[in-house]
Structures are given as C-alpha cells and as structure tokens.
C-alpha cells in the first residue's frame, strides 16, 4: 500500500507518446493556425474542380477523423463519470489508439447478411444513414473563409440533411426483420418526427433576428464579443438556445432519448443485426450528427466562429509584428473556435449521456408534444413582439442584453470549474486501487 | 473539359439516377423497396435544382418530399404490411388505367416541351430566399394564406380522428388496435 501513499505521477513517467505529447499538441496547433490562413492565400487562383474536390477530401479526413477521436474520447468521458479509467493499453497514452484499433478489428470482421432480410435495402440502410451525415458539412461553415459551399439556404439545408438520417435508421430497422430492430426503428421515426417540430420553432427565432439563412452572415453578426452573441440578446434567444439543444438530442439519439438503440430493453436496437464495417457507419453517422449539431448551436446563437473577444481588437494585430500575429492566429482563429465550441457542445452531450437516466417513450411524447412545442411556440411569438416594440439600441434592450450575458458568462464559468475541479482531482475520483495498477492515468 | 461538360455530365448522371428509380419504383413489388426508389427520385430531382442553382427549390424538395412525405411513407407501410415478403402487384384493371393516365401525361409533358419558351441564363439573384419570402408575403398574399387555412383544417381534422372512442379506459395498445395484425 505504500505505493499510494508517494505521489502518483512520479512512479512511472510516461511511455512514448506521453512524452511528445506536448510537442504534438503544439505542432497540431501551430498547424491549424497555418490551415486558418491558408484558403485566403491558396483559394482564388485554383480552378472550381480542384477547390471542390480539395473541400470533399477535407470534409471526408474530418468526419472520419472526428468519428475515431469522439468515440475514443465517449469512452473515457464514460469511464470517468463512473469511476473508471476507461481504454489504457493501445498505443500507450491513455489508449489513444483504441478507436484505430476497433476500426481495424471492424474493417476485417465477417459482413453478415440474415436469411431473412431484405438485402439491398439492408445494404442500402447503412449508406443512406451515413451520407447525409456527411453531406451537411459541405454547407458548415468552420468560418468565413473556411466553407466548402456558402449556400443561402445553408441553414434549412443542413436541418433537410439531418433530418434525411432519419431514414437509414428505419430501414436498417425495417430490412433487418428483426422484432427488436424494427421498435427501435418505429421510436427513431416517432421521435425524430416530434422533434423537428420544436427544433424548427427554436431556429425561427435567430432567423428572425438575422434576417437570413446564410450561415457565414449569421455567424459574422456576432463579431463584437461574448455579449454580441446571439442567445445573449434578449432571454426569448436564450430559452431558443436551450430548446434547440434539448431538441438536437432527439433527433442525433443521444441520451436522454437514446430509446432508439436502448440496450437495456431493445438488444442494441435499429443496428441489432449488423455487424463490421456497416455498423461502424452508424456510428461514423451519429458523431457526425453530434458534432455538426453542436456547431450549428454555436453558430446560431454562441458566436459562431467568432472568439469571446471582440474582432475589432485583433484587426490592428493582423498586421502587426510577428508576435501580435501568432497571437491573433490562435485568439481569432475562426475553425479553432469553431471546432472548440463544437468539441464543447459533443462534451455536454457525452456528459449528459452518462448522467442521465433514459426516459420513456411516453415521457419522449410527453415532453415534446406538451412542454417543448408550446413554449418554443410562445417563445417565438414573445420574441417577434419584442423585436417588434424594442429597439436594438433602447435601454431595456441593452439591460436584457446585460443580464443574459451574465446568465451565459455565469453558467459558462461555472461548467469550466466543474471540469476544471474534475479535472484537477481526477486521481481522487478513480480511486487509489485503480492509480495503483495504471500509474499513468 | 470545360464547365458546361461538366455540368452537362452531372445532368445525365443525375437524369439517369431519376429516371432508373422512377423505373425502379413502379417495377418493384415490394412497397419498401418502391418507398426508396421513390427516395432517389425525390431526391435525384433535388439534385437537379441544385445543378440549376435553384438551391431554395432543391432543400424544400428534400425536406418536403424526399424527407418528410418518405417518412411518412415508410411509417404508414410498417404500420400496415404484414410481413417483408409480401408481393404487390397491380391488377389488369389498375394496369389499364395507370396506362391510360401515363400516356395522357406523357402527350401533355411532350407538347408543352415543344411549345413553352424557356429562359436561361443565371438566376442566381433572383431566386433568393428573402425575394421569394417577400412576394409570398405581398405579391401572392391571399394564396399562401388560403394553403395556410387549408393545413390548419387538415391539422384539426387529424387531431379529431385520432380522439379515442367513448371513455373505456385505455388497453395496452390502444382502444382501437388494429384487427388481424398478428
């Protein structure tokens, strides 16, 4: 037992990766400080062919990319909450390579196909899921510059695509002819259904004060600062903000509504019978979901690409001496800010996941049919009044403005201390048995 | 190549995924399969607005039709069928009158082609969003609020067929399962 009592960290210093971690994390960084200024200098001179073939090679790397680290990082997040260490072993440091792994393991396991499925449909489940998913990131803007289509519907676009999803899953539910599948598949189609409705009356209300459906316009409103963002202009944007996440929950099937594929009563659900690469694509497809609904939260309503600090501080900077732009670099960086308030919202979904306990169907219905339609019904209504009677520049405007700010700044500060405390304690929460066999975690 | 053969690869690429699911979706007998070749139709066809850079036309398309009227599909069929394998097949007399409406649209298609006038060039500018919501909301005012009262009676009509029957309290399954669904 004396080897809990000495301090953890000195009795084994890390294997290889741990190492040069730090010296990854810097040139990963000082790379996509590069990547953020390069459409600007690369993109005018090249012909259309090449730029869109470059954007859908990039949206690809980044889906597939993001797909392996969220489930490598689900897994940790999960251990964590439950006072475990989660993967350790592959690749070394904190088993970082366990979703290259499980990849590997998945590309070569056998492709079943039942005696009683429908097979081309049961093939055709597994795409349909998955290429929506993929397609919506061809309108996502990870900042101005940075977008591989800037279209003017941007918005109902991407909602058209996440709603498409929907269909994968009914017929990987439906082609299995599985008992199990095809509940999950029903649940799926039911709540997804009722969703769109309050989702679609909660993206009303920043369209109303944009005045648009081009992302890159709603995102470039919010330039002027934390207080400048959105959800914080008058509480109806904030109550909108909060309904769109609950509703994006439902329809990427993430706890609490995550009946689709419940476990614990439906085997795995709508993706029961599928085995390999086919049901990797499930999964590929939900975290891209995830990921392209947390940035569609932080560009409709938390600043999009825009960092807390107002852009007319770092315009002087940009043309400073070298310092003053490597510092602009990473404090106005638009995809870093993007892809960070994204990785944020994937976090407090993860977070939500393994905390909260999975509601009933009826309780589904209940809370979208009788709570959430009626106040983001209400909601828009009290918003377009207020546009209405309130000017922009009026002083209650601007005390509305205040006290959000305060409430976003507040709740903000307050789930970075909690991770932070977490974060900081993180040997204690394990327990001293598990730091005793895994020196590293 | 230059853009127009590009683009006017894209079209055939796209005219031939239309046109084979058309197919598709009347010679399937399984009316699954035909929900999805009816998806790539849909679906083809908003690829085809978006080549014509009438991107407001082609995302309606998608969650209009493509989206929401082929999950409406599929959710009516599993309500319904019985088994995967059930075969569906028109009778002769069914046949005769698909016939008779196909040929009809077909003569009605082809002479409009011939005598229309099309306009080309870019339309860019004035397909935007803000134009088209501006002239529903002046221009063409009274039609869109009549489609409006019309949905709202659908909506009111759904919601009073679905009222349960009487006040016997509700079975597992609802007061009004469906018979001879084993």
Redesign the interface.
Known sequence: MAACLSPVGAVRVGTGVQKFAFPIFLILLLASIALAWAPALLWPNKP??VRDVLAVVGVVAFVSLFAMFAIWWERKVAARIQSRLGPMRVGGWHGWAQSLADGLKLFQKEDIFLA???R??YR?AAYIAFVPALCLFLALPFSTAWIARD???GL??I???L??G??GV??AG??S?NKWS?YG??RE?CQ??SYEIPLGFALLVPILTA???RLTAIGDLQDAGFPSWLAFHNPFLLIAAVLFFVATLASCKRAPFDLPEAESELVAGYHTEYSGFRWALFFFAEYAEMFAAGALAAILFFGAWHSPLPAEWGRTWRSGPLWQQALHGVLFSGPLWLIGKGLFFVYVQMWLRWTLPRIRLDQVMYACVQVMLPLAMLNLLAHAVWQWLVPADSLLAQIANGVCTAIGAVTIVAILATIAYGLFHRRRLVGTLVVDHRPGA | MD?AS?EALAFYAVAILVAGSALGCVLAT?I??MA?CL?GTLGGVALLYFLLTA??LG??Q??VY???T??LI??GI?LTSRS?GERLRPRPGEALAATVIFLALLVGLVALLHTGTWASGNNEGTL???RIGQELLTTWLVPFELASVLLLAVMIGAAYLVQPLGRAPREPGGPRSTEGDS
């Open positions: 259309l062919l009683g499925a429908d081309p449909l055709l279209l003017d519907v109902i676009f909602l058209a695509l709603g498409l929907v269909l009914l017929l439906w082609a002819n095809i598949a029903m189609a997804m259904i005045g648009t459906l | 853009s590009w399984n699954v399969r999805m998806l991107t407001f995302v309606i998608l969650i493509a989206g929401g082929l999950i599929v959710f599993m995967v935007s969003v803000a």
